[in-house]
């Protein structure tokens, strides 16, 4: 596969730490990758930058006002329900009929996953199916520990079967052990860089490389967003309640 000279150094650095001012938006980084990736590469940076409009499309879905540009859709795209990629059509047909699941939006997970991974194996991508591997264990391992403490059955929260044994048992009890939600979240977030830069690989202009800056950077934009004064007012306007 080509590598990425020209790319990676006009790519800029990222932040050192989670809720640093990101170099540039996520929109504009990705817009950048989207320009000069190479045509045989397309569809795996679709399939990475597909995670962002499934959080996307789990958000709007349920009526919040959060959106993140940089995906492959806009948000006026995702309104019109036109040009949806197969696998939230198919979840959209699924969950008018009825999905059976303590939480609708695990469907929706499992067949991002399941198309993503596939395009992974399919161009044997070494980053995507290490890292989207241990993703997907890690929530299902996260969704079996929350089933296990409301009395419920982990399996009503599985997303796809085993890929390896990983153990997040410190991971799960170094979030566990945080004072507030919100540092529970960024502890892991912190693992998720973590298994980053273990699946990235040794070249730093490959494939693989590029595709860990995708992801480094979407969680970066994630926590510059929760790092930005909050604004009260604004939240009320748009039906937040204390």
């Known amino acids: 596969m080509a ?7 006009l790519l800029p650095a990222l932040p050192a730490a989670l809720g640093e001012k990101m170099p540039l938006p996520f929109a504009e980084l990705t817009g950048t990758i989207k320009r000069h990736i190479h045509p045989g590469h397309a569809e795996l940076l679709a399939a990475h930058l597909l995670g962002v409009d499934t ?35 198919n979840f959209n047909e699924e969950k008018e009929r009825g999905i059976h699941r303590a939480y609708v939006y695990d469907r929706l997970w499992e067949a991002y996953y399941a198309y ?5 194996q399919r161009f044997n991508c070494r980053f995507g199916l290490d890292y989207l591997s241990w993703e997907i264990e890690l929530r299902t391992s996260l969704a079996a520990l929350r089933s296990r403490e409301q009395g419920g059955n982990p399996e009503d929260h599985a997303i796809l079967g ?12 170094q979030a566990r052990g945080q004072k507030n939600p919100l ?15 273990r699946c990235e690989g040794s070249s730093p202009f490959s494939l693989d490389a ?18 930005e004064p909050f604004d009260m007012e604004t939240y009320l306007q748009q039906g937040g309640s204390m």
């Open 55 to 89: 959080a996307n499309w789990e958000q709007l879905d349920q009526g919040r006002d959060l959106f993140v540009e940089g995906g492959l859709m806009s948000r006026e795209e995702m309104a019109s329900r036109q040009d949806l990629p197969e696998f939230i059509k």
């Open 116 to 120: 993503a991974h596939a395009v992974a």
């Open 210 to 227: 590029l595709l860990a800056y995708l992801m480094r950077s979407w969680l970066f934009s994630r926590w510059e967003r929760i790092a």
């Open 3 to 9: 590598d990425y000279y020209f790319l990676m150094c």
């Open 183 to 197: 540092l529970a979240e960024r502890c892991l977030d912190e693992e998720r860089l973590k298994q980053i830069y």
């Open 162 to 173: 085993a890929f390896r044994a990983y153990d997040f048992t410190n991971v799960i009890a």
